[in-house]
């Protein structure tokens, strides 16, 4: 692998939560590594981790919660422990977030194109408020926004929740930022919006090149638009691999579950069968059990696996898994 | 078949919108528009349809949450929208509701027991000891553990609470559960534990359900058959398989081609793309409600609505359906 | 066989899931009320106060009903540690007693107007039309009046007495309760456990006892503690103005008003009084305060 085709590399990210009831490990010595132009999926369910690293890497993990470990480089900066400053001008900039709710990343009391507007006056001092409108006009068209003029002075709750999403792609990608993150960008619209929403995304992504983080829990969504995938569980990342290696020969026994146990829309299944699950829940972070976390809902679990912590074994072709299977 | 165990005719759900001053009625919202179906004993019917389409203002309008605003449907004979209170109140140990948000569904304040043994206090005169055993026996049917029963909501996980609600719904022994995105609030590696539990207590004492879901796939792994909501209007309605095999309506046929598929192969195929936003349900288009997104989209559609047609045990409406 | 296996429940699995928080609501309410030094004082000066009206008859070193007109105007000294008044009373004597008449204007009139305001506040909110419009327009036309002259309309055409503050100070406070659990009420009603106790059928009366009342706990609470300074301060204005308690009675207020006329000779006679007034009515308030904070999660849901 080529070092400078790396935009943002991870390395054994731990950001912890302090609370008065224990040590809460939300993201657990995690490794990620996104190339340019590429579309990178972090899959797992709710308090898996995955949003955790998101706002790790946008540095915005309020207390009780810590970096306590690692380091996350970003165009050869190391991002962990850096200015505010700084950060606040990588931040909108170079790095752009788009979140579930856009309802709550959006100002209610100013018109939506005047926020965007404003993204873009922060990071450029020299444009003309004039300039920085038609941009922004521009922006809007470009996402599929109708009538860009009009909407350009519409306030945020007039608008649908597929064309809010819209207005905060139009934000995230009008600095031209190097890398997006978006977390669970679509879990709040509807099925014909969602596809509009991701086919945007796409189009967008190979237009302007850039690098895309997928933080989501549907794995329809990683199948259609990913090409690299990590499945987190409990902090920790347990399978990564090419998207088409992670479907076609999941190697985990969380990831081969997952995989069996979704229904499909595109396929009949015998319902006399009963749909494949994995047993149990997710393991509370406070008490983590012991060995590999997800040993009590594993159908394989043997004794080695209450005990010890697996290793990522590199099982080649870039596949990397957590599993005792694989560790000797 | 087997025989119906509800008809459902005409029924109209209308809310009035008072934003104006002085509580002025400025408009209203047809949630549920002239929709008539049968639904027969033991099978899941589904009802789809993306937000503000009306399909948990129909489920909670027939098990008479919401009062409807015209139309009938029959329970085993007896019009519900008709009945006194009193009988209603007799008639709601047939029907229950199990809800989508687990953390909304349960009073926060009540033990898990009594949450559980409330509809046996209204409805039965059971002893203590006869209520404790009937609670634990739920709570085992459902895959709670008995000692839990004296603990409080806030301390299970979304799972475990949709579980608690489905012991509550079952507590009576009704024939009729309105399942109102029963899953779509849950984990991944949940949704299939609850959907399991759902199928082997339908198989076990012989339910009836009205699957209420905007996730396609779950619908079709799950129901027998579908009916497909847009803006207050049933679109099609048919046998599951069928539905999904070669969809009538153009709406259907988008709505099941919109939801991903977790298959990285199928990307490459062209997908279909429905464009345009839903419209407001307080000013539906005319015509057909959905020809300002539908991509075969002809003058009538635009000013006459389609009568609905019949296609062997399916129905379907629109002038134009896909045959 | 996998429907079979699946529905079979792992022992292990159930008990995997033991961990989750097993804090009940008051535990996690004092836990967060505990770091609150605030609210951990004004509930000592509560518990103070409280003790020192049970007790009065055992701690205050003079008779406070005594009158001895050699001993007028005693500056505070060792003898009387607050001094005395135009009638050669101890006021320290008399303060302490005082704190039984202001527990008692504190807690009865809010006992009062908190019930009344829920029952009325309940009803409104769960049955709303033409019962909601009728509640809620008497509340808004008690609400408008200026309270303190509402009281002392009351004052006037009832008499000067105990039972008449009680009543006076009842019928201004409720509709502000009535306001609060109305709206509280409104935003239960449609709440999903409230839509499945009608599904279940059970009868309007009890899913408000049973399903909406103990979910308004955390804003009464809050109401409450805020409530009682409100009537002793309404107790301490009536008096001061001559329609409340009544001489020899040692209501603080009627103290503060009763040394007035002597505030530059003897101000310990006006002060002292007033002194306790703010102290035991700032205590309730960073009460109130700290309870609003640790009840916040609460609050929000």
Redesign the interface.
Known sequence: MREDNTILEINNLKTYFYTDKGVVPAVDDVSIKVKKGQIVGIVGESGCGKSMTSLSIMQLIAPPGKIAGGEIRFDQKNLVGISKQEMRSIRGNEISMIFQEPMTSLNPVYPVGKQVAETLLLHNANMTKAEAKRKVIEMFAMVGIPEPEKRYSVYPHQLSGGLRQRVMIAMALICRSKLLIADEPTTALDVTIEAQILKLMKNLQAEIDTSIIMITHNLGIVAEMCDYVYVMYAGKIMEQADVFDLFDNPKHPYTEGLLKSIPRRDVHQNKSKGLYSIEGMVPNMLQLPRGCRFHPRCEYAVDACREVEPQLVDMGNDHLVRCIKYNQ | MDKPLMQVRNVKKYFPVDKGLFGKKTGTVHAVDDISFDVYEKETLAIVGESGCGKSTLGRTLIRLLDATEGTAHFEGRDIFSLSQNELRQLRKEMQIIFQDPFASLNPRMKVSDIIAEPLITHESLGKKEREDRVAELMELVGLRKAYGSRYPHMFSGGQRQRIGIARALALHPKFIVCDEPVSALDVSIQSQIINLLQKLQEQNNLTYLFISHDLSVVRYFSDRIGVMFLGKMMELGPTEEVYRQPLHPYTKFLIAAAPVPDPRSRNQEKLILEGDIPSPLRPPSGCRFHTRCPYVQDICKSKEPEIQQFDGRSVACHFPLV | ????R??M??K???E??D????E??WQDVFRSLKKDRMAITGGIVILLFVLMAIFAPWIAPHDPYEVNLDNQFQKPGLEHWLGTDMFGRDVLSRIIYGSQISLLIGLVPSMITMSIGIVLGIVAGYFGRRTDFVIMTISDMVLSFPSLLLAMVVMYTLGASLLNIFIALSIVGWAGTARVVRAQTLSLKN???V?????????PY?IML??IL??C?PQLLVLFTLEIPGSILSEASLSFLGVGAQPPASSWGLMVSNGKEFLFNAPWVAIAPGIAILVIVLAFNFLGDGLRDALDPYLK?
């Open positions: 066989m996998n429907l079979a699946n529905l429940l792992k292990e699995v159930i995997a899931s961990e989750l928080v097993k009940t609501f709440k999903e456990f839509e499945a106790a009608r599904a279940v059928g059970v009868k009890i049973r399903h103990p979910n706990i849901q």
